[in-house]
């Protein structure tokens, strides 16, 4: 058996499941510039149409923009942070579709947009990890601690981050939302991933950086639910966290061994 020092307590952990965008990469380098992209994309060509977001900009997805238009910062309970990919081109569509366009053309419309956004993403590969993070994994792996990735994002574009990052040898399963019916909060992916490594909810640990994670572990019954704040004045939506960590050196792994 293997133990979780979190703040000093201990906790029982065969398992850690954690969220990716916010949680094991900085969610702004990699998704700003994408959501800019999209967004302006979206602004031209409604302004062809002689019309504009239904909305202000920056509530369409839940952005802060700098006055340059640079996204600086995001709504950690918005459909940015938390919707699927399905869903984000749901919302866009929808204001493509209030300005006249048929729905089927708008959906189409949004994810050429969105293509031509992740080419832009795929050639800069701007992913960054948060300092600790890799020696927590590492702690993991040396403890026989199972780990996965369960992500609002797609299985596909979960597993080419980790490459990006070079951390896809440290986990057993990466579980996007194309591999479940519903979505966070639900409790399917994280109960999903536990039956996968072999373990019991209450033997696993949930990181994440919304509360979308932390009501998905609390419904899947997990041990501790662990909320990841960076900034700790940007903490407040984490109503769900049994416990809330700025930094992963706030964690560590370690191997209990009995006679």
């Not at 701007?126 to 026989?144: C, D, H, N, T």
């Amino acid at each position: 058996m293997s133990e979780l020092i979190v703040q000093g307590k201990r906790y029982p952990c065969r398992g850690i499941l954690l969220d990716k965008d916010g949680t094991l990469l900085d969610f702004i380098q990699l998704w700003g510039p994408w959501a800019r992209s999209i967004l302006d994309m979206m602004e031209q060509h409604l302004a062809l149409a002689g019309t504009g977001f239904t909305v202000e900009k920056s509530n369409v997805l839940g952005t802060v923009h700098d006055r340059q238009g640079h996204v600086i910062g995001y709504d950690p309970a918005g459909p940015l942070a938390m919707g699927t990919v399905d869903e984000s081109t749901g919302v866009l569509a929808w204001q493509l579709y209030a300005a006249g366009v048929p729905w089927n053309e708008a959906v189409w419309l949004v994810r050429d947009f969105n293509n031509t956004a992740m080419a832009d993403i795929r050639r800069h590969r701007a992913v960054k990890g948060f300092p600790g993070l890799r020696a927590l994994l590492e702690q993991s792996r040396r403890a026989g601690v199972k780990l996965a990735v369960v992500t609002s994002d797609s299985t596909e574009a979960a597993q080419e981050h980790l490459e990006w990052m070079g951390l896809t040898s440290y986990f057993d399963e990466v579980i996007g939302h194309d591999r479940v019916t519903y979505g966070k909060p639900d409790p399917e992916m994280a109960e999903k991933a536990c039956t996968l490594l072999g373990l019991s909810p209450s033997d696993v640990v949930v990181i994440g950086d919304s509360n979308g994670d932390m009501e998905m572990g609390k419904r899947a019954g997990v041990g501790l639910s662990i909320g990841f704040a960076p900034q700790p004045e940007r903490s407040d939506h984490l109503l769900d966290a049994d416990i809330v960590i700025r930094t992963y050196e706030e964690l560590e792994v370690r191997q209990t061994w009995t006679k």
